[in-house]
């Protein structure tokens, strides 16, 4: 059973200034990271979520002052028995068995084969995990979802209806001439969008698109943004089709990539 995001993951050119940027704006705490087999990494902590940040070796291609989307982390209470009950499902892994991180947790990457391409890992904590040091910065509550940009809306939903026991939500239309589903799967959510201009997706079927962040009172945290420099796309949030309160940053001030607040329905 999928418990809640643990973290997103991204790419960046400057691990130590990405790293320095997120303290600032975010208020979090580096608590972990080291060498890994593409380069090296930093986990931070703000509110009670997390950011896992990765400057592969080969960087050249990776935009400067940039966060580029790269994986979802899932935590699970059980890996072994999770790792099980998704190869029945037709998943496949990058490897036999979990490895232990820098941080002390039992973590293995599903095969992007089996998930439409797109990079997903279970993670699981272990007594040599720390887990109690959070609560630093913004008042981020929990990763309400990921957002993927998908070529087929209705396939993907129903992937994720048959592969993940998912239940669809809710959705409609997009401001961009597209159209979206949230899809509800364990104790987690996906939102599905397709674009009206789907050259966006670069060939791909499923690629990562936003995270969302709740928080338990938007307008609040809007002003703790704000005074941290961050700015948003509007000036109050909207109510999207399934009754969250969202409001997006400006990417300007979000290192270029798409995050929102999110207040969700009581």
């Excluded at 940040?53 to 994986?71: C, V």
């Excluded at 072994?80 to 973590?107: D, H």
């Amino acid at each position: 059973m999928i418990e809640r995001i643990q973290h997103i993951g991204y790419l960046v050119a400057d691990l130590d200034e990405t790293v320095a940027w997120f303290e600032k704006t975010f208020g979090g705490k580096k608590v972990g990271g080291g060498p890994l087999a593409i380069g090296r990494n930093a986990i931070l902590r703000f509110g009670q979520v997390e950011v896992d940040l990765i400057e592969p070796t080969d960087n050249g291609n990776l935009p400067k002052d940039a966060l580029t989307m790269h994986h979802v982390g899932y935590i699970v209470p059980d890996i072994l028995k999770e790792i099980e009950e998704l190869k029945v499902k037709g998943f496949k892994f990058v490897a036999e068995s979990p490895s232990t991180n820098v941080m002390g947790q039992e973590v293995l990457m599903i095969d992007s084969t089996t998930t439409n391409g797109i990079l997903v890992h279970l993670t699981q904590n272990t007594p040599r995990s720390n887990t109690s040091d959070f609560g630093h910065g913004l008042p981020i509550d929990e990763i309400v979802h990921a957002g993927y940009l998908v070529e087929d809306l209705d396939s993907t939903i129903a992937w994720y209806l048959e592969k993940l026991d998912g239940v669809h939500v809710g959705g409609g239309a997009t401001a961009n001439g597209g159209r979206n589903a949230f899809v509800n799967f364990a104790q987690v959510q996906v939102e599905l969008i397709e674009p009206g201009d789907k050259s966006t997706l670069g060939g791909k079927v499923q690629t990562m698109d936003h995270v969302g962040y709740a928080v338990a009172d938007i307008n609040s945290a809007i002003l703790q943004c704000q005074n941290r420099g961050i700015r948003f796309v509007g000036d109050a949030p909207r109510t999207n089709s399934i009754g969250q309160q969202v409001l997006y940053f400006d990417t300007a001030t979000s290192r270029g990539t798409r995050m929102h607040l999110t207040k969700l329905p009581d």
